[in-house]
């Protein structure tokens, strides 16, 4: 084995998912003759949070996901996340819209395709709450043309599957967005690494592991990382000015290996998924479009049920679920000692208090875990009366670790955002958790390149070049109805989505 190999990139990249894909693009678009060296642990890019099966595929936008807008104690419905994940998701648009129209992908019709969002509820409590959600979110411009109905007949046309068979004696709520999308962000990570191996110092390299990370003892200011072939044991050292760690669940153990004290108190916990897929094709077709429903008390957001419309290598797919367990791995494809080996002094005290603070979480979890296909299957047809347990087959979904961190109240907190780790100097940056994920990776590299490279951001070339990619860069969509029908119209024209209503586009 040999570890004389030194290499000396401007970046590092670990982890060949969405969100270094999404960064890579950013640097090369900015600063054309970095060098850029890609590390993933696997043979292939995308095969982990960002695979089709192993992710939602909703393009999350706030239009029908309850749990971004949670009812307060006094009754009225809190718009505030809805609200800053739609507008990250019209970022996120532009800029595929972007990369399509200068040639940088081809075909989005692959990765991104019209589907509308429904939530669906039923019981008086919920309709009220779904009334109040619909009309508390009319006052921003970006939900405007969201539909509601609480009438059978409506219903019925919006999401035929879901009301074949079902009873007519408890009050029933929909609302529809028609502009949603599905987006099979495998595909589109693999699209933009497609694009960055042809440029000039980019390099690519699968099935390699990075086995440790220290700051150099040069005082060149740089990272020494450690990094192994797998497939032949050679090692090898890479210096780098700077390194982002976009691993999916295998974040927090880089970020621990880093060393840097803003790391500190960080613990991972992993929940993993299941969904039930459509194996009957009469039955596929029946049903076109996204509806999401309330999540279990306890239950984390990923575990929000939903009958779902998908498009994964150019086949409509149908799934329901997720179903939510329990493993130790932090990766789909992991070791079970991730979690145990992730505990260190300074993080088993926030882990501790947040375990203490969740116990529901845990009862939900172990209520998962234990549920037999008889219950899966009931779960099922409180979306799907009719539903036949012939017609459905159980997929693995993906590994999400949730972040937990320090709380000065509860002593440990778990948050089922993202966040993003920067060391002080800049020259690290790291992400953890989970949704709504891959849907705001350009919000959230944006938020990377501003902490990593201020300087650069500030400048005018910069600024410029950034509204050229994302033409709402710097504004917020809801205070401008004309730019936001604009960069609707222009996604719609060149992703090739469907052309709606005039109320969405100028």
Not at 100 to 119: A, K, L
Not at 374 to 402: I, N, S
């Amino acid at each position: 084995m040999s570890q004389n190999i030194h290499t000396e990139p401007d970046v590092i990249l670990i982890g060949a998912g969405i969100m270094s894909a999404t960064l890579g693009m950013f640097l090369k678009e900015l600063m054309p003759e970095i060098k850029i060296d890609i590390y993933e642990r696997l043979d292939v890019a995308a095969a982990e949070s960002s695979d089709a099966w192993n992710n939602a595929g909703t393009g999350h936008s706030a239009f029908c996901e309850l749990n971004y807008t949670p009812e307060l104690p006094d009754g009225t419905i809190d718009t505030a996340k809805a609200v800053k994940i739609a507008e990250f998701f019209e970022e996120s648009k532009q800029f595929w819209t972007y990369l399509v129209h200068q040639g940088r992908i081809t075909n989005p019709e692959d990765f991104v395709n019209s589907t509308p969002h429904m939530s669906f509820v039923w019981g008086k409590d919920n309709v009220e709450y779904l009334k109040k959600r619909y009309n508390a979110l009319q006052q921003y411009p970006i939900f405007k043309g969201m539909e509601y109905t609480e009438d059978p007949a409506v219903i019925t046309q919006w999401m035929p599957l879901v009301m074949e068979g079902r009873a007519t004696d408890e009050p029933i709520a929909a609302t529809r967005m028609a502009i949603g999308t599905d987006v099979n962000f495998g595909e589109l990570t693999r699209d933009m690494f497609a694009w960055l191996r042809t440029q000039p110092d980019v390099n690519l390299f699968f099935g390699h592991e990075v086995r440790s990370m220290r700051r150099s003892r040069s005082g060149s200011n740089k990272w020494k990382l450690k990094i192994k072939d797998l497939a032949t044991g050679n090692k090898k050292r890479v210096y780098a000015r700077f390194v982002f760690i976009g691993a999916g669940g295998g974040s927090l153990p880089l970020l621990e290996k880093s060393g840097i004290p803003e790391g500190e108190g960080f613990g991972g916990f992993p929940v993993s998924g299941q969904w039930l897929k459509c194996i009957n094709e009469e039955v596929i077709q029946k049903h076109d479009a996204k509806v999401y429903g309330k999540a279990s008390v306890g239950a984390p957001p990923m575990s929000v049920p939903h009958i779902d419309t998908r498009m994964i290598n150019g086949k409509k797919e149908l799934l329901f679920g997720p179903y939510a367990g329990f493993s130790t791995k932090f990766l789909k494809q992991g070791s079970y000692l991730d979690l145990p080996l992730s505990i260190k002094v300074n993080n088993i005290g926030p882990m501790l208090a947040a375990g203490y603070h969740n116990l529901s979480l845990t009862k939900y979890l172990i209520e998962q875990v234990t549920q037999s296909r008889d219950d899966r299957m009931e779960a099922l047809r409180e979306y799907l009366p009719t539903a036949k347990a012939e017609d459905w087959e159980l997929e693995t979904a993906g590994q999400r670790v949730q972040v937990i961190k320090k709380d000065p109240e509860q002593g440990g907190k778990l948050e089922f955002g993202t966040e993003v780790i920067t060391s002080a100097d800049g020259t690290l940056a790291a992400l953890l958790g989970a949704s709504p994920g891959a849907s705001t990776a350009v919000s959230i590299m944006i938020d990377v390149l501003n902490k990593c490279f201020n300087d650069k951001m500030q400048s005018a070339a910069w600024q410029s070049r950034l509204r050229d990619m994302i033409p709402s860069y710097g504004q917020h969509l809801n205070d401008n109805p004309q730019l936001l029908k604009k960069v609707r119209y222009d996604a719609a024209e060149i992703l090739k989505l469907e052309k709606l209503d005039e109320v969405f586009y100028v």
